[in-house]
């Protein structure tokens, strides 16, 4: 009561011998990855308590690990952000800050965290050394998938990473002296390749900021740059009238195309990856052999610029763009004109097919895009 006589002891902590009524402990960092930090403060390594442990964790960047099965009741609050709990590939529960859950032993399940987080980790009987091994063995960075995650190519040099979702800046990637013209991610998703007007294209990893390849040998600004579908190829298109073929392995150019009369706007692989299709301003598009760089067509048809060359998904037709207000759609084989797709009145910069190779939306310059039938193509 207020009137008590009671006066509480002054704590003391353990490291003065006088009293042993408060011990404190240090905490010890138990895992230690770039985006994920776990320190423990109670428990077999921070306290020798085989008890209970007590871990704090913070999350930086979108992380997850794999899948593994309590032996143990685990009990988790969550100061900030969110911690996703997958209890199967298609089934998870989201805990907010301000929220906690229990995991139940002998139930499958895997941690995720879309950003930034903080949480705390209960566990009786403590965790052991090995339980922290595996956190640190398992957890590793990650992108969000699908339309999640955006990569943007600026004029200020440099090459943004959004996660769309959580509208959040993963990362910038600093390196080009010019601007930065395209930007396009390897279909692992692991790297993404940039082209730039000071003449270089770059490889960069996704699970960090490094650049991992620079290729230069162009002598004019590099307009676009892509992966073949396995990732073991670039292509570039430059102003210098080439494109060229780059081994992501070495990143060593193998194979200069050249034969176009002006400069060129872009460079396409095939599905396949043994052809490539180029468009330019001298009114064309080409085919190429990746395996040997020979011209095997030119796509002669379109009265001016030609900003566009892609082919269908499976490889027979290949679609252009032009600033003649057409798009058009070739014959692979032959180089025939199947189809010649008029209705802008304004350049077209893009054609692209559909999955299925079926339909061809056409970018105009300033006006909407237009779904155009090719079926036939």
């Not at 042993?20 to 776990?38: C, D, N, P, S």
């Not at 593994?68 to 911690?83: A, C, N, Q, R």
């Not at 396949?272 to 040997?292: K, Q, Y």
């Not at 679609?319 to 084989?333: F, L």
């Amino acid at each position: 009561g207020a009137h008590s006589s009671f006066t509480s002891p002054v704590p003391v902590c353990s490291r003065h011998p006088i009293s042993a009524m408060v011990r404190v402990h240090t905490g010890v960092a138990v895992v230690e990855q770039e985006t994920l930090t776990v320190t423990e403060y109670i428990g077999n390594l921070a306290s020798s308590n085989s008890n209970v442990s007590v871990t704090v964790a913070k999350v930086v960047a979108p992380t997850e690990e794999q899948f593994y099965t309590p032996k143990f009741d685990e009990h988790v609050i969550v100061l900030s952000g969110e911690v996703f709990i997958h209890t199967s590939e298609n089934q998870k529960v989201t805990v907010k800050g301000g929220e906690s859950c229990t995991l139940v032993a002998g139930e499958k399940v895997k941690w995720s965290w879309p950003g930034q987080c903080e949480y705390v980790h209960v566990r009786s009987p403590a965790v052991s050394a090995d339980y922290h091994r595996r956190e640190n063995e398992a957890a590793e960075e990650v992108l969000p998938g699908g339309d999640k995650i955006i990569a943007t190519a600026s004029s200020d040099n440099t090459v943004k990473i959004w996660d769309s979702l959580n509208n959040t800046l993963l990362r910038t990637l600093e390196g080009h002296t010019n601007q930065v013209m395209s930007v396009a991610f390897s279909q692992h998703g692991k790297t993404l390749v940039t082209a730039s007007t000071d003449r270089t294209a770059k490889v960069w990893s996704t699970e960090g900021s490094d650049c991992l390849q620079t290729l230069t040998g162009h002598t004019g600004p590099v307009y676009t740059a892509s992966f073949s579908h396995d990732s073991a190829m670039v292509v570039t298109a430059s102003h210098d009238r080439t494109a060229k073929l780059w081994s992501t392995a070495t990143g060593e150019c193998v194979n200069t195309l050249a034969g176009h009369e002006r400069q060129l706007h872009m460079a396409d692989f095939s599905a396949a990856g043994d052809m490539v299709a180029t468009a330019s301003d001298d009114c064309t598009a080409r085919l190429w052999e990746v395996r040997g760089g020979a011209c095997t067509m030119v796509l002669r048809g379109h009265s001016e610029t030609v900003y566009s060359a892609s082919f269908a998904p499976n490889g027979k037709t290949v679609a252009t763009a032009s600033a003649d207000c057409t798009a058009r759609i070739w014959q692979v084989d032959d180089g025939s004109c199947l189809l010649t797709l008029k209705g802008h009145t304004a350049w077209v910069r893009s054609a692209k097919f559909d999955p299925e190779g079926h339909r061809l939306p056409a970018a105009p310059r300033g006006h909407n895009a237009k779904n155009l039938e090719g079926r036939n193509g």
